[in-house]
Nanobody, 123 residues
Framework: QVQLMESGGGSVQAGGSLRLSCSAS??????MAWFRQAPGKEREGVAD???????HYVDSVKGRFTISQDNVKNALYLQMNSLQPEDTAMYFC???????????????????WGQGTQVTISS
């Protein structure tokens, strides 16, 4: 079992930055991702980092968001820059039981989920 807890959400103006953190406890996982869900929309994969440490991003955040992990702390991060109102959503950390290679941004791939942290961007 893996428990995930996100932190770092908040409200900022457009153009600002936020850094999300996800603390993982329990079993060691090597495939993790960030998802987000805006009101009235489906949950979408934002960024993942595969078992080789290679990051992948959805097109809408490329060049603005950076996913990283600290294997010692068993933590996952998402640095978000140049935030826009369309980035407003609940952001979730997710982990997969098994290893993964390549882009893994499908919700169905992940076994464990955090409770989410709200990100609100005002124009």
């Amino acid at each position: 079992q893996v428990q995930l807890m996100e932190s770092g959400g908040g409200s900022v103006q457009a153009g600002g930055s936020l850094r999300l953190s996800c603390s993982a406890s329990g079993d060691i996982v090597t495939c993790m991702a960030w998802f987000r869900q805006a009101p009235g929309k489906e949950r979408e994969g934002v960024a993942d980092i595969d078992s080789l440490g290679t990051p992948h991003y959805v097109d809408s955040v490329k060049g603005r968001f950076t996913i990283s992990q600290d294997n010692v702390k068993n933590a996952l991060y998402l640095q978000m820059n140049s935030l826009q109102p369309e980035d407003t959503a609940m952001y979730f950390c997710a982990a997969k039981k098994r290893t993964c290679l390549g882009p893994t941004l499908a919700e169905s791939e992940y076994d464990y989920w955090g409770q989410g942290t709200q990100v609100t961007i005002s124009s």
